[in-house]
Protein backbone atom coordinates (compact mmCIF):
# COMPACT_ATOMS: atom_id res chain seq x y z
CA UNK A 1 0.00 0.00 0.00
CA UNK A 2 1.21 3.38 -0.93
CA UNK A 3 0.41 7.07 0.02
CA UNK A 4 0.95 10.11 -0.44
CA UNK A 5 1.53 12.64 3.01
CA UNK A 6 -0.37 15.94 2.72
CA UNK A 7 0.12 18.66 5.70
CA UNK A 8 -3.52 17.38 7.20
CA UNK A 9 -1.41 13.87 8.09
CA UNK A 10 1.16 15.87 9.85
CA UNK A 11 2.11 17.38 13.33
CA UNK A 12 4.00 20.70 13.79
CA UNK A 13 7.33 18.95 12.43
CA UNK A 14 6.03 18.24 9.27
CA UNK A 15 6.36 14.06 9.77
CA UNK A 16 3.23 12.47 9.31
CA UNK A 17 1.50 11.40 13.04
CA UNK A 18 2.39 8.19 14.54
CA UNK A 19 -1.30 7.06 15.65
CA UNK A 20 -1.61 7.51 11.04
CA UNK A 21 1.00 5.25 10.92
CA UNK A 22 -0.14 2.77 13.07
CA UNK A 23 -3.49 2.84 11.30
CA UNK A 24 -1.99 2.57 7.94
CA UNK A 25 -0.26 -0.89 9.73
CA UNK A 26 -3.16 -2.32 11.09
CA UNK A 27 -5.38 -1.97 7.77
CA UNK A 28 -2.57 -3.57 5.71
CA UNK A 29 -2.03 -6.55 8.51
CA UNK A 30 -5.64 -6.51 8.25
CA UNK A 31 -5.67 -7.46 4.67
CA UNK A 32 -2.74 -9.97 4.91
CA UNK A 33 -4.57 -11.74 7.95
CA UNK A 34 -8.02 -12.08 5.65
CA UNK A 35 -5.87 -13.00 2.81
CA UNK A 36 -4.38 -15.76 4.49
CA UNK A 37 -7.59 -17.32 6.22
CA UNK A 38 -9.84 -16.32 3.79
CA UNK A 39 -12.22 -15.18 6.90
CA UNK A 40 -12.80 -11.95 8.76
CA UNK A 41 -10.25 -11.09 11.17
CA UNK A 42 -9.77 -8.48 14.28
CA UNK A 43 -6.95 -6.88 15.53
CA UNK A 44 -5.88 -8.43 19.08
CA UNK A 45 -2.68 -6.44 20.05
CA UNK A 46 0.38 -5.24 18.86
CA UNK A 47 4.01 -6.38 20.17
CA UNK A 48 5.88 -3.82 19.19
CA UNK A 49 5.32 -0.74 16.59
CA UNK A 50 9.09 0.69 16.22
CA UNK A 51 9.84 4.17 14.66
CA UNK A 52 12.85 4.07 13.50
CA UNK A 53 12.86 7.75 11.11
CA UNK A 54 10.11 10.44 10.54
CA UNK A 55 8.11 10.58 6.92
CA UNK A 56 7.96 14.09 6.03
CA UNK A 57 5.37 15.92 4.25
CA UNK A 58 5.72 15.67 0.43
CA UNK A 59 6.76 12.00 0.54
CA UNK A 60 5.38 9.01 -0.10
CA UNK A 61 4.80 6.22 2.83
CA UNK A 62 5.00 2.87 1.83
CA UNK A 63 3.74 -0.16 4.10
CA UNK A 64 3.93 -4.03 2.86
CA UNK A 65 2.62 -7.10 5.56
CA UNK A 66 2.71 -10.98 5.66
CA UNK A 67 2.08 -13.55 7.99
CA UNK A 68 4.67 -14.55 9.52
CA UNK A 69 2.93 -17.18 11.57
CA UNK A 70 -0.42 -18.82 13.10
CA UNK A 71 -1.45 -20.53 15.82
CA UNK A 72 -4.87 -22.35 16.26
CA UNK A 73 -6.75 -19.37 15.52
CA UNK A 74 -4.65 -16.41 15.94
CA UNK A 75 -2.01 -14.95 12.79
CA UNK A 76 0.92 -12.71 13.36
CA UNK A 77 1.35 -10.12 10.85
CA UNK A 78 4.73 -8.03 10.38
CA UNK A 79 4.71 -4.80 8.71
CA UNK A 80 7.02 -3.04 7.52
CA UNK A 81 7.02 1.08 6.39
CA UNK A 82 9.07 2.78 4.52
CA UNK A 83 9.01 6.53 3.15
CA UNK A 84 10.27 7.29 -0.55
CA UNK A 85 11.64 10.85 -1.10
CA UNK A 86 9.61 11.30 -4.39
CA UNK A 87 12.31 13.63 -6.14
CA UNK A 88 14.70 11.62 -4.85
CA UNK A 89 13.78 8.26 -5.31
CA UNK A 90 15.77 7.49 -1.42
CA UNK A 91 13.74 5.19 0.31
CA UNK A 92 14.49 4.81 4.19
CA UNK A 93 12.59 2.25 6.17
CA UNK A 94 10.44 4.40 9.17
CA UNK A 95 8.47 1.65 11.03
CA UNK A 96 8.20 -1.94 11.59
CA UNK A 97 5.57 -3.48 13.70
CA UNK A 98 4.02 -7.20 14.55
CA UNK A 99 0.39 -7.63 14.89
CA UNK A 100 -1.71 -10.18 15.77
CA UNK A 101 -5.18 -10.92 14.71
CA UNK A 102 -7.75 -13.87 15.37
CA UNK A 103 -10.33 -14.81 12.58
CA UNK A 104 -13.98 -15.18 12.76
CA UNK A 105 -16.51 -17.67 11.59
CA UNK A 106 -20.26 -16.29 11.02
CA UNK A 107 -21.30 -16.06 14.29
CA UNK A 108 -18.26 -13.92 15.28
CA UNK A 109 -16.39 -16.46 17.21
CA UNK A 110 -12.79 -17.41 16.66
CA UNK A 111 -12.57 -20.01 14.01
CA UNK A 112 -9.37 -22.14 12.69
CA UNK A 113 -6.64 -20.79 10.42
CA UNK A 114 -4.71 -22.66 7.59
CA UNK A 115 -1.56 -23.59 8.90
CA UNK A 116 1.37 -21.42 6.94
CA UNK A 117 4.08 -22.82 4.97
CA UNK A 118 7.28 -20.02 4.93
CA UNK A 119 9.18 -20.02 1.45
CA UNK A 120 11.80 -17.75 1.54
CA UNK A 121 14.64 -17.72 4.13
CA UNK A 122 13.50 -14.45 5.48
CA UNK A 123 9.92 -15.87 6.06
CA UNK A 124 11.23 -19.09 7.47
CA UNK A 125 13.89 -16.68 10.12
CA UNK A 126 10.27 -14.86 10.51
CA UNK A 127 8.21 -18.17 11.65
CA UNK A 128 11.26 -19.21 13.67
CA UNK A 129 11.43 -16.23 15.87
CA UNK A 130 7.30 -16.30 15.76
CA UNK A 131 7.22 -18.89 18.21
CA UNK A 132 9.58 -17.15 21.05
CA UNK A 133 7.20 -13.73 20.35
CA UNK A 134 3.83 -15.86 20.72
CA UNK A 135 5.40 -17.87 24.09
CA UNK A 136 5.97 -14.07 25.64
CA UNK A 137 2.26 -12.63 24.00
CA UNK A 138 0.98 -15.51 26.58
CA UNK A 139 3.26 -14.88 29.31
CA UNK A 140 1.76 -11.39 29.71
CA UNK A 141 -1.46 -11.07 32.10
CA UNK A 142 -4.87 -11.54 30.08
CA UNK A 143 -6.98 -8.60 28.96
CA UNK A 144 -10.08 -8.11 30.75
CA UNK A 145 -11.56 -9.83 27.19
CA UNK A 146 -9.86 -13.01 28.21
CA UNK A 147 -6.94 -15.15 26.35
CA UNK A 148 -5.55 -14.78 22.85
CA UNK A 149 -5.87 -17.89 21.20
Known amino acids: MTDLVFPPDTNHHNTIFGGKV ?19 VVTVSS ?12 EAIHLEAYVTWVHQTSMEVYVEVESENLLTGERKLTSRAYLTFIALDEQGKPTAVPRLIPETEKERQQYEQAKER ?10 ASGPVG
Open 22 to 40: MAYADKIACIAAMRHCRKP
Open 134 to 143: YAMRKSKPES
Open 47 to 58: DRFDFLAPIRTG
